[in-house]
């Protein structure tokens, strides 16, 4: 399984911005789909945003469509999820994960490595 490493939270105030990275090691990332989750206290993980093992195709829920934007640079190895326009309710923690497919996919159930996740907190 390849090694997930979150960085990159911390706390912002609302309408702030803030750029999470995920470093890849032990397997080829670039076999790797990959996606962002988080959780807040007392809530399920909930998918954010995913993309393909290539780049070439990306997906994310409503709420974070135009103020979230998922990225990865395959020869870093590294992940990236630059979060604009935050809101308090995107208090979480975020999770980076992968998985040995094409495309990410929506289901936590589907994805087999996991980071330890970094806390994002929006004040208000």
């Known amino acids: 399984q390849v090694q997930l490493v979150e960085s990159g939270g911390g706390l912002v105030q609302a309408g702030g911005s803030l750029r999470l990275s995920c470093a890849a090691s032990g397997r080829t990332f670039s076999n790797y789909a990959a996606g962002w989750f988080r959780q807040a206290p007392g809530k399920e993980r909930e998918f954010v945003a995913g993309?393909?093992?290539?780049?070439?195709?990306?997906d994310y829920t409503d709420s974070e469509q135009g103020r979230f934007t998922i990225s990865r640079d395959n020869h870093k190895n590294t992940m990236y999820l630059q979060m604009n326009s935050l809101k308090p309710e995107d208090t979480a923690v975020y999770y980076c994960?992968?998985?040995?497919?094409?495309?990410?996919?929506?289901?936590?159930?589907?994805?087999?490595?996991w980071g330890q996740g970094t806390q994002v907190t929006v004040s208000s």
């Open positions: 993309i393909s093992y290539s780049g070439g195709s990306t």
């Open positions: 994960t992968a998985a040995p497919r094409s495309s990410a996919s929506r289901e936590p159930g589907a994805y087999h490595s």
